[in-house]
Structure formats: C-alpha cells, structure tokens
C-alpha cells in the first residue's frame, strides 16, 4: 500500500510517503497509526497527537475507525481548513 503524508506531517516524517506492507492485524487507520508509531522516534513524535491528525483511503476521507483493508492508498494529513 502506498501511504502518502501532506503538510506538517510531511515534514515531521521527514518524507512524502513510503511503500508498507502492515501486519494483517493492522486493520483500520488508527491501527495504522499505532503500528506507524511504534516503528521509531521519528514516526511516535510525528503522529504522537492522534487528535490532529485526518486521514484519505483510496483517495476518500475518512475517520480513524475506517477500514484500510484492501487499500491501495493511505494519506495522512492535518486538518483541512478553507476559506
């Protein structure tokens, strides 16, 4: 699955995105963020605030609790203000 990061968390990560493979266990996009977070420093400081962060599977958004099975893409952004 391709996981994409936008704006603040972009930076944070220190990349754009990456190319994962989770564990089947890893079944919705707050079990991502968990999984994501206990792979190193940089990714627990990153998305350490849960609360600020919103997510896109397959190009849709969706809450924490949604399934990221079968998807192809994930993004992790800040939330989207407009004007």
């Known amino acids: 699955m ?3 990061y936008f704006a603040w968390v ?3 990560m220190g990349r754009g ?3 994962i493979d989770p564990p089947a266990e890893v079944v919705t996009v707050a079990d991502l963020i968990g999984w994501l977070r206990a792979r190193g420093p940089v990714e627990a400081a990153a998305l350490a ?3 600020r962060l919103r997510a896109a599977v397959d190009q ?3 809450g924490l609790d949604a399934s990221i099975v079968g998807a192809r893409e994930v993004a992790l ?3 989207v203000t407009g004007g």
């Open 10 to 12: 972009r930076e944070a």
């Open 49 to 51: 605030d849960v609360a």
């Open 2 to 4: 391709e996981l994409l």
């Open 17 to 19: 995105g990456e190319r």
């Open 60 to 62: 849709r958004f969706v």
């Open 77 to 79: 952004f800040p939330p």
